[in-house]
Nanobody, 125 residues
Framework: QVQLVESGGGLVQAGGALRLSCAAS????????MGWFRQAPGKEREFVAA????????DYADSAKGRFTISRDNAKNTVYLRLDSLKPEDTAVYFC??????????????????WGQGTQVTVSS
């Protein structure tokens, strides 16, 4: 079992930046593919970014490419999502998730075994 706790969300103006953190306990995150997803009110939870176990590979949703950056610090057992050039349409609850099963299908939320409780990001225009 691994427990995930997100932090770092908040209210920011359009064009601003935030860094979300996902701290893990229970097991080391280096054995998992890590993903970030988001869910806006009335919408499905959607893929944002993923990072392979060795950090060699990353993947981003089209909406995140060029603006968001996923990274991990294995010494701190923490994964990050840097959000730059934020837009009002980025407003959502952001969740981190851990998948022990490998890199394939990394954008599918059903593949992830462990989830955090989410952190709210609100971008004002």
């Amino acid at each position: 079992q691994v427990q995930l706790v997100e932090s770092g969300g908040g209210l920011v103006q359009a064009g601003g930046a935030l860094r979300l953190s996902c701290a893990a306990s229970g097991r080391t995150l280096s054995r998992y593919v890590m993903g970030w997803f988001r869910q806006a009110p009335g919408k499905e939870r959607e893929f944002v970014a993923a990072l392979s176990q060795t950090s060699r590979y990353t993947d981003y949703a089209d909406s995140a490419k060029g603006r968001f950056t996923i990274s991990r610090d294995n010494a701190k057992n923490t994964v990050y999502l840097r959000l730059d050039s934020l837009k009002p349409e980025d407003t959502a609850v952001y969740f981190c998730a851990a998948d022990p099963d490998g890199w394939s299908d990394r954008a599918l939320k059903e593949r992830y075994h462990y989830w955090g409780q989410g952190t709210q990001v609100t971008v004002s225009s």
